[in-house]
């Protein structure tokens, strides 16, 4: 059957998908998320259908943009649809569903297809859910890991060993990985960390890195800039690395579900990606973090430890305090500066602890003799300080960047202490939400200045924290939403 | 914050979207799926976001028909938008997910969300494979029902009895509808049957019916006819009577699962919608229908009987033989003339016979005596026939059509025994390929006419089936296609 192109000049952004009349996909026997075939001269490309009862005309058939390039198509001319069988992995997405076991072959022909573009959001939610209700066994987490290595674009190296570090994140003002990279760098070791923006925090690594370099590249470049330095601290977003795994969180998020099983092999697919040998991990634990008790932590751990094997790649899992934020930054620019300044040994100390804790596991792992002492003495020697500027010039940015230069927004609001007191509690999730309100991740110098952590003391009138913000209206904004102080204090009586 | 409307120029058929730039949804603090208002002038909706890369200018947001025509907006002018709250409903969504038993508050929001679009087909998916893989308990399909009945269009008749049926289908030239209609409605009991069109069918009753009369009516339109001849056989499709559970069944389509829980009150509600007090429920059971096993048949029969008690709804589920065809023409016109034929008393006897046997059980529940009687009485004497034709002119078909009126396909191939043999099975499935190959159900007159029914002898070169197309190119290409025949003859030797 003949159908009249119709170009809706807009990206569908997923899958492969054309919308037709009523009438014509009764006549080709078809119903919603069947597949045809498009043929335009030599040209081809299977999509899935839509069917629209009214805005649809009969003959036409409206094409998203992927569609309209790979034909090489223009507005009102022909093409010839037929049927096309759908694709086998819908089987293995209902056998999952039914309770059963995937074999490697069929969780590969999954993410295949969901890497190609095969299968349509409603198809790619019922494997979602699946393997949340019905879970996935450490071997299907591993198939699945594997999957989306070999289904994305791969860093290649060829080095050994690589070493690499990942975050469970969660909690803010937790930005080590700079640190991390400029350290396990400087001892000779190769670390080519890819990071994510802020989804919803104050600040993804990226965002932080940004401030002093450009992030984005691409792979061949990163390979160039690892090649030079040893290292990199780059946006790993727009380098499709393990894409499949990027169309499977935007599913979860739909319901903010975490699909334990897929959450595991999406971590280390994208530590394979870059071709890892050795990982450690840093998982935070406490309330307002992703993982809350030790019980909890323990399990995922045991998980984490057996997975890793299965793929060949040594973790090393390191619980961490995910009580209160690690820097007393939040916020890009905020956070860029606890950075320098860690480099210059002038940061906090919270943050230069963990960093040490975080590399000298990762240094242990590939045979470094008394490596707290090594990770330390590299810190503050300056090597460190150094290589992260080779790094950061590798990148684009500019090394010799100073504390000052990194600018705050102008805008500002001093939280004071009402009387003498200890502080109890630190809010995470209440401080995300003032710094975010106040213009952080976009605005790079919006977000929060905490002048103290749990257990400190404070006078009467002291600073608690600062609020920056680029906007005076943001500043505004924020005061008058959060009357709440994200810190609770435990007076202390004049003794 | 402010962005420029881009109009698609094409409806989402679906939930009301937006697409914005991916670098304005940070802005915003969204992700995909989120919800924001949109305000112009004294206009507002709200729309679930989706994000694209590419595709969308910075500072523009792009809106379907549907959103564009709530806001009475035009391309280019400057729409507010903010931040909404995501439904309630995705809360009792997730509850079930996590395997909880919903409340009918909750059941109801989710449905009343689906119903105004509130929900994305991502998120209904995530509520179908909830209720696929963890059941719906008999209270939650009872709520089910009900909150599909309250959210959708209902049919006011304010008459008791009202009675209906259903058939759980699957078998092709199972036609009853129109006789049972004709006989209960003749009888003096009002009988406010809507049907299907043929999704993956040769026909749907909906179709056979228009080869008779228009099928499409807005509601008002059927509630007249009714009163005036107490029937009435329409297209249920066009009503909006359960659109909620047309919405559940695009999403099952999908990977053509049957959550019990679901079909048990998609059926009923579509009853209910109608004002239905008793229903009889036509079973087929047998290879090639939907029930296969007897064992399976009174596991659904016993829940179908729990949920109409629980909904105040008398129901008799009547099992019958789902192993071949009943009538001898499936398509459209073939499947018409079985109609006109049996109403004038000269069709095929299983049709007959079924038709009798659905009408009596009716009649039976309502009070009436010796009910198969009665309705054989008003069979015979051409009482439902009268009954009929007042129908089709209420519905504005020609009454007065005769058998020879209705126009068969003047294409035809006659497929002949090759020897003296006796019918052993008829494939319901290859019969539906075939006929729907040659053009039904939308070509009316296309189709198969049945010479056999199991266990009839014929002889060497008799028909065993005709196949009608309206296009000759069709039945080239069923003849091409179809070498097999879908009748299984064991042959007799000559004695």
Redesign the interface.
């Known amino acids: 059957m003949e159908l009249k192109i119709r170009n809706?000049s807009?990206?569908s952004?997923g899958p492969l998908v054309a919308?037709l009349n009523e009438e014509d996909s009764?006549?080709l026997?078809l119903?919603?998320?069947d597949r045809v075939k498009l043929k335009k001269g030599s040209k081809e490309a299977v999509v899935i259908i839509?069917?629209?009862?009214?805005?649809?005309k009969k003959g036409t058939i409206?094409l998203f943009?992927e569609v309209i390039n790979e034909l090489q198509a223009k507005n009102n001319e022909k093409v010839c649809v037929s049927q096309e069988p759908l694709p086998q992995s819908?089987q293995y997405?209902?056998k999952k569903?039914d309770g059963g076991d995937l074999s490697k072959m069929e969780i590969n022909e999954i993410v295949k297809d969901i890497v190609l573009k095969k299968l349509?959001?409603?198809?790619i939610?019922?494997f979602v859910?699946?393997c949340?209700?019905?879970g996935l066994t450490l071997y299907e987490s591993a198939y699945l890991t594997e999957a989306i290595v070999e289904n994305g674009k791969k860093l290649s190296l060829k080095k050994y060993p690589i070493l690499d570090k990942h975050s469970l994140g969660g909690i803010p003002g937790n930005r080590t990985t700079p640190i991390v990279v400029s350290i396990v760098a400087a001892n000779g070791f190769i670390i080519p960390k890819t990071s994510t923006r802020?989804?919803?925090s104050v600040s993804g690594t990226a965002d932080t890195v940004e401030v002093f370099a450009p992030v984005s590249h691409p792979i061949e470049k990163i390979e160039e800039i690892v090649k030079k330095t040893n290292g990199c601290m780059v946006w790993g977003g727009a380098l499709e690395l393990a894409s499949a795994d990027d169309k499977l969180i935007?599913?979860e998020?739909?319901?903010?579900?975490d699909p334990r099983g897929i959450m595991l092999a999406s971590i280390l697919a994208k530590k394979a990606a870059v071709g890892a040998t050795h990982v450690v991990i840093d998982m935070p634990i406490g309330k307002g973090s992703k993982v809350v008790s030790k019980k909890e932590a323990n399990i995922l751990k045991r998980k984490f430890l057996q997975l890793g094997k299965l793929l060949g790649m040594e973790l090393k899992i390191v619980m961490t305090d995910g009580t209160e934020p690690i820097g007393n930054g939040l916020g890009p620019a905020l956070e860029a500066r606890d950075i320098l300044l860690t480099l210059q040994n002038k940061g906090p100390e919270p943050l230069k602890k963990k960093a040490l804790i975080l590399t000298s596991t990762l240094l242990g792992m590939v045979g470094v003799k008394n490596p707290y002492k090594k990770a330390l003495e590299t810190l503050e020697s300056g090597a460190a300080y150094t290589k992260f500027k080779d790094i950061i010039k590798a990148q684009g940015g500019n090394p010799n960047v100073r504390v000052s230069d990194i600018k705050i927004g102008k805008f500002k609001s001093d939280v004071k202490a009402k009387e003498n007191c200890i502080i109890k509690e630190l809010d995470n999730k209440l401080l995300t939400s003032i710094a975010?309100s106040a213009g952080a991740?976009?605005d790079k110098g919006a977000g929060i200045y905490l002048n103290v952590h749990v257990k400190d003391k404070v006078k009467k009138g002291g600073i608690l924290y600062t609020i920056y913000a680029e906007r005076k209206q943001k500043l505004d904004y924020t005061l008058k939403l959060f009357k709440k102080i994200p810190i609770i204090c435990e007076p202390i009586k004049n003794q």
Request: hydrophobic share 45%.
């Open positions: 809706l807009i990206s952004g919308i009764v006549k026997d119903k919603a998320l839509d069917i629209a009862k009214r805005s649809i409206s943009d819908l997405i209902k569903l349509s959001e409603v198809e939610t019922y859910v699946a949340y209700i019905n802020s989804i919803t935007k599913i998020k739909a319901l903010s579900i975010k991740p976009f």
